[in-house]
């Protein structure tokens, strides 16, 4: 649900509201530093009904774009309990950027959770950012559009970072084309 409002506002600048889906797929391109990369993203279900099929679509991801909710504690404590053991089965050196969305709701402090213990901080954000080895960490509103785009910016970056030493030959034929895999705590 997360990632399918995120990635529509981030392919169509507008906010959508959440539509059912098992897997959807959006394509767009994209300008960072002066590249112009054609990214792939794919939003996938987060029910447990489709756990075996969900890592069909991780094969060729380039990079994991990983959201929780900044006012779900359990969607938070989803990363590590659900998330991160999934993707290091299926895709164990694929790089994955840490994302905590609804960040205008947790800016509302009223949302849902008036005790505030249900809501997560930018500190436990990169805590779990560090907890699980992303390359980054991105609060985002997909509703107000806010650090939308960055979050798509940095995984592009982060992919076509200079490849260590023995992944040189293997990058150099690589297109400008990214697969971004979304998964939703």
Do not use: H
Not at 99 to 112: F, H, N, P, Q, S
Not at 147 to 176: G, H, M, S
Request: with cysteine; glycine share 6%.
């Amino acid at each position: 649900m997360l990632a399918y409002c995120f990635i529509c506002t981030f392919c169509a600048s507008i906010w959508q509201d959440y539509i059912p889906t098992v897997f959807d797929n959006f394509s767009a391109n994209v300008s960072v530093d002066g590249s112009i990369v054609n990214l792939g993203l794919w939003d996938t279900a987060g029910q447990e009904d489709y756990s075996r099929l969900r890592p069909l679509s991780y094969r060729g991801a380039d990079i994991f774009v990983l959201a929780f909710s900044l006012i779900s504690r359990a969607s938070y404590e989803n990363v590590l309990k659900k998330w991160m053991p999934e993707l290091r089965r299926f895709a164990p050196s694929v790089p994955i950027v840490l994302v905590g969305t609804k960040l205008d709701l947790r800016e509302e402090r009223g949302c849902a959770d008036p005790t505030g213990t249900n809501i997560i901080s930018s500190a436990q954000g990169e805590e779990l950012r560090k907890q699980i080895g992303a390359a980054a960490y991105i609060e985002c509103s997909s509703k107000t559009q806010q650090n939308v785009k960055a979050v798509f910016d940095t995984a592009i970056k982060v992919v076509l970072q200079p490849p260590r030493r023995k992944e040189v030959a293997r990058k150099k034929k690589c297109r400008r084309s990214i697969m971004c895999g979304g998964c939703v705590a």
